[in-house]
């Protein structure tokens, strides 16, 4: 499957491939990013970043969306993963947002998750988003809340509490 490749005006969102291996484990076994992702708050082993890596790329072709590499697009510089997630058993297609956290209090969360929010809606023609987000994380609160989600309900996954926020498309 051709993914697509997204611009904004700082980021390149590109499909993430092998090369990105290492900067993609450093991402999820980083313990401050994964404290409030997996369910025991720990970092992935490289094993489990392998892992996530194969089914993040393998969602796009089981789905027809997924989760984009972001990269800085002036020097093209690996800052995260942000995308579209729809695993079995998921209560609604979920805009995720993962930054390396060098690149924190830039607004690349915001402005790569925009953008995934935007192809959800006017590409895919989702009627409806949702990011499912650890209650104690207030900073992905606040990436939620600037990209116009509300607080519609809670979730459990694995024994985690998870607080649904979600947004409806503009256009329906």
């Not at 892992?51 to 972001?70: F, K, N, P, Q, S």
């Not at 830039?106 to 988003?129: I, N, P, Q, T």
């Not at 509300?150 to 985690?160: D, H, T, V």
């Amino acid at each position: 499957m051709l993914i697509p490749v997204l611009q904004t005006e700082r980021l390149t969102m590109r499909a993430l491939t092998l090369e990105d291996f290492e900067p993609y484990a450093a991402l999820h076994g980083h313990a401050d990013v994964m404290r409030y992702v997996t369910p025991d708050q720990q970092p992935l082993s490289r094993m489990d970043c392998f892992t996530r890596l194969c089914t993040a790329i393998g969602h796009w072709e089981l789905r027809g969306y997924g989760r984009w590499a972001v990269a800085d697009k002036s020097t093209g510089a690996f800052l995260g993963v942000v995308g579209l997630y729809y695993p079995e058993g998921w209560p609604d297609l979920e805009v995720t947002w993962a930054i390396s956290p060098q690149h924190w209090g830039k607004g690349y969360a915001v402005e790569a998750a925009k953008a995934s929010m935007d192809y959800a809606f006017h590409v895919l023609a989702r009627a409806h988003v949702i990011s499912l987000i650890h209650p104690d994380n207030k900073p992905s609160v606040r990436v939620a809340e600037q990209l116009g989600e509300a607080l519609e309900g809670k979730f459990e996954r694995k024994g985690q509490p998870l607080l649904i926020y979600g947004r409806n498309n503009p256009k329906r």
